[in-house]
């Protein structure tokens, strides 16, 4: 057997010590490091007002001048990029799209759609999955934003305004809503401002012979499980403020929730409602919204025609005041907070009305054709409310037998008021409205991804920190070999 001597042995331990520390540090460095662009990143493409459909090729460099003629030509999940200024068109989307402003103040990025049908019109279940953010879309003779026969659709942090202008529909129901989904499920309108619309705020219905939003029919579907949360409709000049409505046969509107949302000085208010004959309305939530000075009821949920069905319905947690309906339609009060059953001769089925708040109407809550309604004694109506309930052998007994009527409510109210009021002066401007929606923009999307930032802060921290200890280690390791080989010589 041969042996090495030990000034060989130690002549070569600095070299073995170095080699491995270093490959231990490159293992853990390499691990940290992000790893090659993966093949489904997005393509990114960028419009601007100066560049060129026929010379720009959509990079930051050479845009195109048109967001149209990008949808065209992008592929599917690509994210178009819309950099400041005025764009004078209509969109139309049938694949999975991003379109969003570059400086996320819709402020800034216009589309202007004056003399056409829609400002932005997505359409087809190819188009599911599509995301619209940060623009203002305005002047639409129908809807700002029609989504149509598709899904898992966002709309989020855009300003409509004056859409409705000059309707082309000519179903039996048109709607002119700044925001209509129709035959449309699993999608999601959030933290959208519509403001100074004439056709009403947001819709949601099914689909079928009578397409609401569009000219003729449509495909027969369901409107399900929809979120329309945290969006102010203010001083809308026609139309419902919010409306969850189904108009065809066999469809309906299913398991919607509305929530979270502000409706201030609006023609109408939030309803949910099965309209035509043998329609329905099931199992939708209306929730934690503030409904100030609107025509009719803040929250209205009815059936208008033999055979509907409108059943468990829930009403929960939103704050009412001076609302009234500017009809006069026999058997239902002007001014009410929450009306049930209307003018259709189905009564509604189980209807939950819990924890609101009610001021400055003649009745908080009444039921003129309803069937299992159950208010809870935990609604709250001030003193100014002259009738709470117009008929006790409804209101629950589950928790406390009397309704609370108290006058600090009122203190309430009017605090909410004034900010609803600052916010409406906040956008008359445009520059009001560039800083507002700035600081929602950045507050939202600080606390929306803020866990999953953690948690992305936590890995890299943790990867981060291993690497470096082991590359630490590796030059100690080394530096120590060295050493000792040098003293051994």
């Known amino acids: 057997m041969t042996h090495l001597s030990n000034k060989k042995i130690m002549s070569i331990v600095p070299v073995v010590l170095v080699i491995t520390s270093f490959l231990i540090a490159g293992a853990s460095v390499s691990f940290a490091q992000p790893g090659p662009p993966h093949?489904?990143?997005?393509?990114?493409?960028?419009v601007s007002p100066t560049g060129s459909n026929i010379t720009g090729n959509g990079s930051t460099a050479t845009p195109y001048s048109t967001i149209q003629y990008a949808v065209q030509v992008a592929p599917p999940h690509a994210v178009i990029i819309v950099e400041p200024g005025t764009y004078n068109e209509m969109v139309n989307i049938t694949k999975t799209l991003t379109v969003e402003s570059l400086s996320g103040i819709p402020g800034n990025t216009i589309i202007n759609a004056m003399g056409q049908v829609f400002g932005i019109l997505v359409q087809g279940h190819s188009a599911s999955g599509t995301i619209i953010s940060g623009l203002t879309i305005e002047n639409a003779g129908s809807h700002g934003v029609f989504i149509v026969d598709s899904s898992n659709v966002i709309i989020e942090y855009n300003v409509l305004t004056h859409d409705g202008l000059n309707s082309t529909l000519t179903n039996i129901i048109p709607?002119?809503?700044?925001?209509?989904?129709?035959?449309?499920?699993?999608?999601?309108v959030v933290d959208n401002i519509v403001i100074n619309d004439l056709g009403g705020g947001i819709g949601v219905s099914d689909n079928g012979p009578i397409n609401p939003g569009y000219i003729g029919s449509g495909m027969p579907s369901v409107a399900y499980d929809n979120v329309i949360s945290g969006n102010?409709?203010?001083?809308?000049?026609?139309?419902?403020?919010?409306?969850?409505?189904?108009?065809?046969?066999?469809?309906?509107?299913?398991?919607?929730?509305v929530t979270n949302n502000k409706l201030?000085?609006?023609?109408?208010?939030?309803?949910?409602?099965?309209d035509t004959p043998n329609t329905a309305a099931i199992n939708n939530t209306v929730s934690y919204n503030t409904v100030l000075n609107t025509g009719e009821a803040g929250v209205v949920v009815h059936s208008n025609s033999p055979g509907d069905v409108v059943v468990n319905n829930a009403i929960i947690g939103n704050t009412i005041s001076a609302d009234g309906d500017p009809f006069s339609?026999?058997?239902?009060?002007?001014?009410?907070?929450?009306?049930?059953?209307?003018?259709?001769?189905?009564?509604?089925?189980?209807?939950t009305i819990s924890s609101n708040m009610i001021d400055k109407e003649t009745y908080g809550v009444a039921v003129i054709n309803g069937?299992?309604?159950?208010?809870?004694?935990?609604?709250?109506?001030?003193t100014s409310v002259k009738i709470?309930?117009?008929?006790?052998?409804?209101?629950?007994?589950?928790?406390?037998?009397?309704?609370?009527?108290?006058?600090?409510?009122?203190?309430v109210i009017a605090s909410l008021s004034s900010q609803l009021s600052n916010l409406q002066s906040?956008?008359?401007?445009?520059?009001?409205?560039?800083?507002?929606?700035?600081?929602v923009n950045s507050l939202k999307s600080s606390t929306v991804s803020n866990s999953q930032f953690n948690s992305l802060s936590g890995s890299l921290g943790t990867t981060t920190d291993v690497a470096y200890i082991s590359l630490v280690l590796a030059i100690v390791l080394g530096i120590v070999a060295i050493a000792l080989a040098l003293r051994k010589k």
Do not use: H, W
């Open 232 to 257: 102010s409709i203010i001083n809308t000049i026609g139309g419902c403020g919010i409306v969850i409505s189904s108009y065809n046969a066999g469809e309906g509107v299913i398991g919607n929730i």
């Open 329 to 351: 339609v026999p058997n239902i009060p002007i001014y009410t907070g929450i009306l049930i059953g209307g003018e259709g001769p189905v009564p509604v089925i189980n209807t």
């Open 388 to 411: 709470p309930v117009n008929n006790t052998a409804i209101v629950s007994t589950e928790t406390v037998q009397n309704n609370a009527r108290i006058n600090s409510l009122n203190e």
């Open 371 to 382: 069937i299992g309604t159950r208010v809870l004694s935990n609604n709250i109506f001030t």
């Open 426 to 439: 906040s956008v008359a401007t445009s520059a009001q409205l560039n800083s507002l929606q700035s600081t």
């Open 264 to 274: 201030v000085n609006d023609f109408s208010s939030i309803i949910v409602a099965a």
């Open 175 to 188: 709607e002119d809503k700044a925001i209509e989904l129709v035959g449309t499920s699993n999608s999601t």
């Open 39 to 46: 093949s489904n990143q997005p393509v990114m493409i960028y």
